[in-house]
């Protein structure tokens, strides 16, 4: 599954350990989250698309760019 979040959080000017403790994680988790070595749950995905103002779907997709 692809993320599009370290673009999203460059766009910011924040680092990791901004985000992570912005959404109550670590840095190490978000770092697993932008390269693709953890795909977080479902209330920290809701919780990294109501940070960056957005939908769950628009922030994470299937390889394929499917949902399925």
């Excluded at 953890?38 to 499917?66: H, K, Q």
Aim: hydrophobic share 40%; net charge neutral.
């Amino acid at each position: 599954m692809h993320n599009d979040v370290r673009e999203r959080r460059g766009v910011r000017g924040l680092s990791q350990g901004e985000l992570g403790k912005a959404l109550g994680v670590s840095r190490q988790t978000i770092n697993a989250i932008e390269t693709g070595r953890y795909l977080p749950s479902l209330p920290l995905a809701i919780a990294l698309a109501r940070y960056f103002e957005t939908n769950v779907e628009d922030i994470f997709l299937a390889e394929n760019g499917d949902l399925r």
